[in-house]
């Protein structure tokens, strides 16, 4: 079935900032097939080259580069949902992602937490992480359930399991978890559909949505390709975030940064498409600038307000699904 109808359409719905013109974006979109086609995407997963390679993309397996010629990426683009539903446990937290509509979450991922009970600064365990799922199922103004901490206290290798068992079992909202890689994934679905019922109810109703992020610049590590292909496959709802910065892994100047972003998210998008068409897919950021003097990613600051309008308002360009940090 053939989506988005409205690509390159401008649309006034809702609260907007509109950081780039019309022109603007196109340039945007143009300079974004340019690298995906000649730069190319670094893709560390021979499973990944085959399905790049299958659908017409050149693959240099020496290099590990994918070149992807650009009617592939629109074509992607426009296979993917423009509407996505984030099902609550609880029905009544459905949120309905869709151009116009704005919702608000918690952030991810805290470091260190102040114990509550002694003030002091001290790693986060899986306890802190359930107790803050609580507060956002308590507060009415956070939609949904972000990881605000990560389980500290469990095995290294299974903590997305530990991260997503203290989140469903202490809200009732959509939960987003970072599931590791393709295996874990797998097993983030079973947990999921235990709790609504099965894997049928959970395609119905799906209560964990999931975030990957690519490496800046351009590339989509084993991980990150094992992420994408397998939510592609159990038809799970995958966010696709670019962690760009600024004068860091990216272009000094914030267009050529836009860029870079755009191309990783959209060379995700690619690849989750190609492996089943029609997968939901949030347009994902947390892109932002270097803070030169400190060799730190900025956040509150101008620069980082102004890309992430501007991302925000690809994605609408796009007609996706958007997941954007606050400026």
């Known amino acids: 079935m053939t989506r988005n109808f409205n690509v390159g359409k401008s649309r006034s719905r809702g609260l907007s900032l509109n950081t780039l013109t019309d022109d603007e974006l196109y340039d945007i979109h143009l300079s974004t097939l340019e690298v995906l086609e000649k730069t ?52 009544q937290h459905d949120k309905v992602l869709a151009d116009g509509r704005v919702h608000f979450t918690n952030f991810s991922e805290g470091v ?57 079992s202490n809200t009732t909202k959509h939960c987003c978890v970072g599931p590791g890689d393709g295996f ?24 964990l949505s999931f975030t990957t992020c690519p490496v800046s610049p351009l590339k989509l ?50 690849l989750s498409q190609l492996t089943a068409r029609g997968a939901p897919v949030i347009y994902g950021s947390s892109t932002t600038a270097m803070d030169l003097k400190l060799g730190t990613a900025s956040v509150g600051t101008p620069e980082c ?5 501007a991302v925000a308002r690809l994605a609408r360009y796009y007609a996706l699904p958007s997941y954007v940090a606050g400026g």
């Open 40 to 91: 190319g995407l670094f893709v560390d997963s021979s499973e990944a080259w085959e399905v790049f390679d299958g659908a017409g993309a050149r693959v240099d397996s020496k290099k590990k580069i994918v070149h992807i010629p650009p009617w592939l990426v629109e074509d992607a683009i426009r296979t993917a949902p423009s509407a996505i539903t984030l099902a609550g446990r609880s029905r």
């Open 112 to 168: 260190q937490v102040v114990d509550i009970n002694s003030g002091e600064h001290r790693s986060p365990v899986r306890q802190d992480l359930a107790d803050a799922a609580r507060l956002v199922d308590f507060l009415s103004d956070i939609d949904v359930c972000e990881k605000a901490v990560g389980a500290g206290d469990a095995p290294p290798q299974v903590v997305p399991l530990y991260n997503a068992e203290a989140m469903l």
């Open 184 to 207: 874990l994934l797998k097993k983030l679905v079973i947990m999921a559909a235990a709790v609504v019922g099965g894997i049928k109810k959970l395609k119905q109703q799906p209560i």
């Open 221 to 270: 590590i084993r991980e990150c390709c094992e992420i994408i292909m397998e939510s592609a496959r159990s038809g799970s709802i995958l966010n696709i975030l670019s962690m760009a910065m600024a004068g860091g892994t990216s272009p000094v100047t914030l267009a050529g940064t836009i860029v870079t972003h755009n191309a990783e998210v959209l060379g995700g998008l690619t």
């Open 305 to 309: 307000a102004i890309i992430s309008g």
